[in-house]
């Protein structure tokens, strides 16, 4: 089981204002920074002062509205699904009061919340040790495509390294979901040879 402590993580950054007050020097610089991301050769960190503060922390009980808004929107934006809004409140009220069923990372930017990831355990025999699974990503729309969710990803992945009881992450995803599946292999993640089966005795 994973502790319930409150973690934080602030990225100490500038503000996402150009100090010359140049809109296009600043989408210049953004290009430039951004093929420096991806051939990892700029850490997240220096890239994030040329955009937004933010903060990663557990989410506390007083999260859970946002959350369950947030769980909403991503089962219709993904699936085209809507949800029972009462039914997700009381699913997110149950894991922020039982760390033993699972946690939320948010991502916060001037005390408002733009991005979260639920971690659940599964216990492997095999490895001796959890494997963390990742769900419930969500990134507010207007802060998309801004390394949010990358930012969220290694923290956890830090996280888990440091713990002798975790030995990997998984995740599943909407097999149609093509941009979901290249930020997840951009982030080193590999797909399996498993499929998913499912018996549902509820519907969502």
């Known amino acids: 089981m994973v502790g ?3 973690r934080a993580v602030s990225f100490s950054t500038q503000n996402g204002t150009d100090q010359l007050g140049e809109p296009a020097l600043t989408i210049m610089r953004w290009i430039v920074i ?6 990892g050769l700029l850490p997240l960190a220096s890239v994030l002062r040329y955009s937004i503060d933010l903060t990663i922390r557990q989410a506390e009980l007083s999260d859970a509205a946002v959350v369950a808004e947030f769980n909403l929107r991503l089962a219709e934006e993904t699936e085209g699904i809507r949800l029972v809004p009462n039914r ?35 216990w492997s025999d095999w490895r001796n ?9 969500y990134v507010r729309e207007d802060f998309r495509r801004r390394g949010i969710f ?42 399996t040879k498993y499929e998913v089966f499912e018996m549902e005795f509820s519907e969502p």
């Open 129 to 137: 040790g959890n494997l963390w699974w990742l769900q419930s990503v």
């Open 34 to 39: 951004k093929g420096l991301l991806s051939k």
């Open 150 to 191: 990358r930012a969220l990803f290694q923290h956890l992945q830090k996280l888990a390294r440091s713990r002798r009881d975790v030995c990997g992450l998984r995740l599943y995803m909407h097999s149609e979901n093509v941009r979901a599946r290249n930020s997840y292999q951009q982030l080193g993640m590999k797909p």
């Open 4 to 6: 319930t402590a409150r």
């Open 88 to 122: 997700v409140a009381e699913g997110v009220a149950a894991i922020l009061a039982d760390a033993s069923k699972g946690l939320y990372y948010l991502a916060e930017v001037d005390g408002q919340v733009i991005g979260q990831v639920m971690i659940t355990y599964e």
